[in-house]
């Protein structure tokens, strides 16, 4: 049977490696629509709790699918990375790209990945790459280690790459509805991945070339990194101006070719964050400095130092000092509803305010790791007795916090910083907190 026909009739097998916040749900949809899938991650707490059918990961419906696909047999996880490529008919790789301590991509996890396909590689398999790369990187990295094997990309094994798309916390949802681009390393090798996709996502499969594919995934993260910065500087400018910013991009946003993201405390993620840079390092390769989007770099990165400035300007405004206060920090992770603290900006809000002797306890009620020592998922624990609230992420419970109640048990007088703009500032002025939010 053809590698297209075993795709039609579902009874190819798919290996994927990294059962992470993307290969886990990636997994689970086509294990629930009658692919056997065969996971493979080198965390061996990841694969034992997969394997008892629950999710290691926070993600909407994510629970409910990973023990569907365990108990009907459709999904097993493995530690035995080389036993998903040599079982398998096509292999996916979902591991991690991030950046290291100098802002260079970091592809230690897909070389380690791609080095056991290769070790493994058969021929008539298709290779699908489906972390986010910089511009380049197949042929570069991908191919010559692949063809390590001794076998050709494009002649003996198919080869593409479709990185993801889907937003933590819709991603089950995203996967099976957004559109996808796909490369491939030659028209069949894209053609059979758009034949694999189609069973899984009723967005529009559009193909091309693998490096165009690559620059369009990290240009639509820079797209939005670049409009966050915007949104902050306009932000840190109302703060000046008396103006409240939120209500700005809202009547900004009425324009119908104007659509401002809003601003905050910084932008967190494995992915925003870190895309950026691989378009920026291709670049500089080249010899080209990307200015604006450096810059926006910059101004994301400030974010924290901005809320942390609020932080000491709040609790001045009330006679208080940072080294003599207690701040209640709430959210720990990096977007709201879910508990993924990769790059938060909490972190860096949470150190700095410890450095400064802070007392600071925070809350979050997804995450149940801190970076003070003193957290509780309970938030009354966090606020009791504190001088200055601080909302860092902007979890659905933050939106409707019973400020009356909590005036019980602040010190007074109530001050916070909202650092998300999920507080209304009227509601809190009425109650006679000291209201300061980012853009306001
Ligand atoms: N998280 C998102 O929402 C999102 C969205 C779009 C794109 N992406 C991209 O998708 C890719 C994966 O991101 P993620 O958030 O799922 O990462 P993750 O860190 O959650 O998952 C990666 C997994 O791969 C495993 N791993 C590492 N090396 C391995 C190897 N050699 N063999 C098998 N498993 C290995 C890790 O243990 C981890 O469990 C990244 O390139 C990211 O930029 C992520």
């Known amino acids: 049977m053809t590698?297209?026909?075993?795709?039609?009739?579902k009874s190819c097998r798919i290996g994927i490696l990294g059962m992470g916040y993307v290969g886990l749900p990636m997994a689970t949809i086509f294990a629930n629509r009658g692919f056997r899938v065969l996971g493979g991650d080198i965390n061996a707490g990841i694969v034992e709790t997969i394997n008892r059918g629950e999710s290691p990961i926070s993600e909407n419906g994510i629970d409910v699918m990973v023990k569907e696909?365990?108990?009907?047999?459709?999904?097993?996880a493995t530690c035995d990375t080389e036993e998903v490529v040599k079982e398998s008919d096509i292999v996916l790789v979902v591991v991690q790209t991030p950046i290291d301590a100098d802002k260079r991509p970091d592809l230690e996890a897909v070389k380690c990945a791609v080095h056991t396909i290769s070790k493994n590689l058969a021929e008539g398999k298709?290779?699908?790459?489906?972390?986010?790369?910089?511009?380049?990187?197949?042929?570069?990295?991908?191919i010559p280690l692949l063809e390590q094997s001794g076998l050709r990309a494009g002649e003996d094994f198919y080869l593409a790459y479709s990185p993801e798309r889907a937003i933590p916390t819709r991603t089950l949802e995203e996967i099976q509805k957004n559109s996808r681009i796909i490369g491939g390393v030659t028209e069949e090798s894209a053609l059979l991945a758009t034949a694999l996709y189609s069973h899984i996502t009723s967005?529009?499969?559009?193909?091309?070339?693998?490096?165009?594919?690559?620059?369009?995934?990290?240009i639509e993260n820079t797209y939005r990194d670049v409009n966050i910065a915007l949104s902050n500087e306009v932000a840190i400018l109302c703060e000046k101006l008396g103006i409240d910013a939120v209500?700005?991009?809202?009547?900004?946003?009425k324009h119908p070719r104007v659509n401002l993201l809003q601003p905050g405390t910084g932008v967190g993620g494995h992915c925003i964050p870190k895309d950026p840079y691989f378009l920026i390092?291709?670049?500089k390769e080249l010899g080209i400095d990307l200015k604006v989007v450096s810059s926006a770099r910059r101004v994301n990165e400030n974010m924290p130092k901005h809320l942390l400035n609020l932080i000491e300007k709040a609790l001045k405004s009330a006679d208080k000092r940072i080294d003599d206060s207690k701040v209640a920090v709430l959210g720990i992770a990096y977007k709201g509803n879910t508990s993924d603290i990769r790059g938060t900006p909490s972190k860096e809000v949470i150190e700095t305010l410890m450095e400064m002797d802070c007392d600071v306890f925070s809350h979050d009620p997804f995450v149940s790791e801190d970076f003070c020592g003193k957290f509780s998922n309970k938030i009354e624990d966090a606020v009791r007795d504190a001088d200055c609230l601080v909302v860092v992420t902007d979890?659905?419970?933050y939106k409707h916090l019973d400020l009356k109640a909590f005036l019980k048990i602040l010190k007074k007088p109530g001050v916070i910083v909202d650092g998300r703009r999920v507080i209304d500032p009227q509601k809190a002025e009425e109650l006679d907190f000291h209201y300061f939010g980012v853009g306001y």
């Open 126 to 142: 298709l290779i699908i790459i489906e972390s986010t790369l910089p511009p380049g990187a197949t042929q570069e990295t991908v």
């Open 281 to 283: 390092n291709k670049a």
């Open 3 to 9: 590698l297209v026909d075993a795709i039609s009739d």
């Open 69 to 76: 696909a365990v108990s009907n047999g459709m999904l097993r």
């Open 247 to 253: 209500r700005a991009i809202e009547m900004a946003n």
């Open 395 to 397: 979890h659905d419970e």
């Open 203 to 218: 967005g529009e499969l559009v193909t091309g070339d693998i490096k165009t594919v690559e620059l369009v995934k990290v």
